[in-house]
């Protein structure tokens, strides 16, 4: 390797610039003199040049393809994961709209049921649905503290729900009309026979004590009849659906399985209705030990 003093470099160095200078210069006179010449020239260094910049230009050309294609796939990625988000929050949405829409329909029906025989009415929400094999009861969001009192009616939009059973500070319990417990008197609205809505814990109570010589049909109207200061007459319950062999069975008017919100209504009955009874104590049972205590005792 040749090495240049600092001498050397600093001639070369202020030379060349001069050099550079008075080339160009040369090149544009030999340019302006004979200007045939230089066109071609520069048409022979163009086609000299051409095939290496064309074959440049496709390893070139095919990575800028490569990287419009990746950012292509990263901005589509991108647009999927953003759409994706919109679509979950749309869809969060959409539910919360049609719970909203199903929950003011109910509300809606809530509403051509105020009663107007009756002395007042809460509007409550259902918050437990205990639709079991051995017990129809429902838990809504009402108690004492809303003046809601033991034996009231729960109604909706539709007709009868039930009635209050258990009554504490802020929740009460509805029995519903399907209830093995649930006995209610009611009347066929098109003859006036009267007959007692009995619940089996099925989805369509029984019509019992109905006179043989007024049997229902399918198709009659079961409305409440006001016997035994319970409810009040007409409030609507259910229409006879089949006549089997246990006897007429009506399909209540209200979907018991989907209750959202109930209207508890005073119609001044429920204040005659006896107290509730306790529950009686279940008998232990005797060991032998108990026995030989008894008899030491009796001795």
């Known amino acids: 390797m040749i090495r240049l003093s600092p001498q050397t470099r600093t001639a070369i160095q202020r030379t060349t610039l001069p050099i550079l200078v008075l080339l160009s210069g040369a090149f544009i006179v030999l340019g302006k003199a004979d200007q045939l010449l230089f066109n071609s020239l520069r048409t022979s260094v163009s086609d000299s040049v051409a095939p290496m910049l064309d074959a440049l230009a496709q390893p070139l050309n095919a ?24 679509n979950e929050k749309l869809l969060q949405w959409q539910q919360t709209a049609r719970n909203l829409a199903a929950e003011n329909q109910e509300l809606r029906g809530l509403l051509k049921a105020v009663p107007d025989s009756a002395l007042s009415y809460v509007t409550a929400p259902v918050i437990a649905n205990s639709g079991g094999a051995f017990v129809r009861m429902i838990l809504i969001n009402a108690g ?24 504490g500070a802020r929740a009460s319990r509805v029995l519903l009309i399907t209830d093995l417990n649930s006995r209610i008197p009611v ?66 008017y209200v979907e018991l399985s989907q209750l959202g919100y109930v209207l508890v209504a005073d119609y001044g009955l429920a204040r005659s209705l006896p107290p509730p009874q306790p529950m009686l104590a279940r008998p232990t049972k005797r060991t032998k030990a108990d026995d030989a205590g008894v008899a030491g005792v009796t001795r």
Do not use: C, W
């Open 144 to 167: 004492s503290d809303d003046h809601v009192s033991r034996g009231e009616a729960a109604i909706t939009g539709e007709g009868l729900v039930g009635r209050l059973t258990e009554v």
């Open 187 to 252: 009347t066929i609205e098109s003859t006036h026979v009267p007959a007692i809505l009995a619940g089996d814990n099925s989805e369509r109570p029984r019509l019992m004590y109905l006179p043989s010589a007024d049997p229902a049909k399918v198709g009659d109207r079961i409305v409440t009849s006001g016997e035994g200061g319970v409810f009040p007459p007409g409030l609507p319950v259910g229409v006879v659906s089949v006549v089997d062999a246990t006897g007429p069975r009506v399909e209540p």
């Open 63 to 86: 990575v800028g393809n490569v990287v419009d294609r990746v950012k292509m796939v990263v901005t589509t990625y991108q647009e999927n994961v953003r759409l994706e988000a919109e």
